[in-house]
């Protein structure tokens, strides 16, 4: 089975662009999150979907928004790009929406000059 | 927010080393997960750690949640090389709907 791909891998921007990424979970898998990766430090949470709807979000603006589609794929959008935003953004996908595990893809690393 | 304090930030070892690596919060959790992650690559999850005081083992691997479920522990016996990532630990608080990792410990075991 495939696991969970992202794309685009790799991707430059410059500041005040728009970019949109994309996921697509485990096959079953209802449940997709995004994560930001700085170098050196460790991911942190922007958004949970599961069954298509809005399940968490972490502390970052309005500039980011993200959906789920009907199946189950995801896009995390970032308007307004400014440097800050260069990392590597991460999706992960689980069955549920608990404690279970979560199975990432290989990220998206998004650089922005 | 709960955090997640990972030390130490950097190892590096000799392979055949032992190591420990540890996950503390002024928080208690219901679970911590352990996770590794390899360069270019996504984190993979280790194990899961429910009950307070416990420890399981994975192959040279020995992870321990703390009494009060405020901390946990990495032990890695005789380090290879194959070990080298950066080890993460994490926590889902259901009820508020956020996921935290800390900020990781980066391992190196040189041949």
């Known amino acids: 089975d495939a696991g969970v791909t992202q794309s685009p891998t790799h991707l430059i921007k410059t500041r005040g662009q728009q970019v949109t990424l994309r996921c697509s979970p485990i096959s079953g898998h209802k449940s997709v999150s995004w994560y930001q990766q700085v170098l050196g430090q460790g991911p942190q949470f922007i958004f949970q979907y599961y069954e298509k709807e809005e399940r968490g979000r972490g502390n970052f603006p309005d500039r980011f928004s993200a959906r789920q589609f009907p199946n189950y794929s995801s896009e995390l959008n970032v308007n307004a790009l400014l440097l800050g935003d260069s990392a590597l953004y991460l999706c992960?996908?689980?069955?549920?929406?608990?404690?279970?595990?979560?199975?990432f893809g290989e990220g998206s690393r998004l650089t922005v000059l | 927010t709960q955090l997640l304090e990972q030390s130490p930030q950097f190892l590096s070892i000799q392979e055949g080393e032992n190591l420990t690596v540890y996950c503390n919060s002024s928080s208690v959790f219901s679970s911590l997960q352990w996770y590794r992650q390899e360069p270019g690559e996504g984190p993979v999850l280790l194990v899961t750690?429910?009950?307070?005081?416990e420890v399981k083992k994975l192959k040279r691997l020995t992870f321990q949640f703390g009494d009060a479920r405020k901390d946990s522990s990495l032990h890695i016996t005789a380090a290879q090389p194959g070990d080298t990532g950066l080890y993460l630990c994490f926590h889902k608080d259901t009820n508020a709907g956020k996921s935290t990792f800390g900020d990781g410990t980066t391992l190196t075991v040189k041949p």
């Open positions: 750690v429910v009950t307070g005081g």
């Open positions: 992960a996908s689980s069955l549920v929406a608990g404690t279970g595990e979560l199975f």
